[in-house]
């Protein structure tokens, strides 16, 4: 059964210019593109977005980080989406990623680790609409 998951290509990833790169190896992998859209957070809704992690002592770092900039929302579709987007992209932590994947090739810290993706299906539907109501998903056909 066909699976959907949320990327984001962070800001550092828009900064360093590596977002054409990065989506070439998405697709490589297999995922398809259901929607994608270039996008600037603002604090508010980078701290809904990242509301789960308001607790946590890096929420502030995190929220000043996603609204740095411009980000690249992306749903992409696939059998097993969530698991094989966060083996593609690797550790949060680029030094703890595996070589080849997305982070240990781009990222340069925990902090900026150039992409988002879902960690599972529930919450890649929640985080999919966040950023996308359904009628802007172009089908996979």
Sequence with gaps: MTERTLAILKPDC???????????????????????????????????????????????DLVTFMSSGRCVPIVLAKENAVADFRKLIGATDPKEAVPGTIRKDFASSKGENIIHGSDSAENARIEIGYFFPEKELVQNS
């Design 14 to 60: 828009v900064r360093k210019n590596a977002a054409g790169e990065v989506i070439a190896r998405i697709e490589k992998a297999g995922f398809t593109i259901l929607g994608m859209k270039m996008i600037r957070l603002t604090r508010e809704t980078a701290g809904g977005f990242y509301a789960v992690h308001r607790e946590r002592p890096f929420f502030n």
